[in-house]
């Protein structure tokens, strides 16, 4: 993808090729994968992820997780990885909060260690503000068979 798009460096997260807190981290997703399914009937299936590292300057314009040509990700989860950020450290996210709907009301959430942010993919358009220093997350998506 374009860098004038985004600006990040990503590594997937490989089955049999995770540490102890990883596959801890992958468990609590599991648990949170069934409780949504239980709640809301949305048969997700899969969880699929990365770590995603955005360094000073980096980004990622506004845009939608699900893809046009594949419908499999339905709920986007992001576990923010940052101790000590602050006000001005920038790389917040911009979650637009009206299905379908780039240009009214929207949250910004900072990117703060142990902070947690789930939303339907294919429904509410995001983007990653530049940051001031490096920015650190794990991202992913709840998937259906598809």
């Known amino acids: 993808m374009s ?9 997937w997260l ?31 299936f899969d969880f699929e992820g990365h770590f ?3 360094p000073e300057g980096g980004f990622y314009k506004a845009h939608l997780d699900r893809h046009r040509e594949s419908g499999d990700r339905i709920v986007s989860v992001i576990l923010y990885l940052n101790a000590d950020w602050k006000p001005g450290d920038g790389g917040e996210l911009k979650l637009w909060t009206k299905p379908a709907d780039k240009d ?21 358009w995001h983007e990653v503000l ?17």
């Not at 860098?3 to 590594?11: C, I, L, P, T």
């Open 3 to 11: 860098e004038e798009v985004r600006r990040d460096h990503v590594m």
């Open 14 to 44: 490989q089955n049999g090729e995770t540490t102890a807190a990883q596959r801890a981290y992958l468990m609590l997703l599991e648990s949170l994968r069934l409780a949504i399914n239980q709640q809301l009937f949305l048969g997700l």
């Open 52 to 54: 995603a590292v955005y």
């Open 104 to 124: 009214g009301a929207f949250e910004l959430v900072e990117p703060r260690l142990g902070t947690l942010v789930c939303f339907m993919a294919g429904d509410h």
């Open 130 to 146: 530049p940051a001031c220093k490096t920015r650190r997350s794990i991202t992913g998506w709840f998937r259906i068979r598809s």
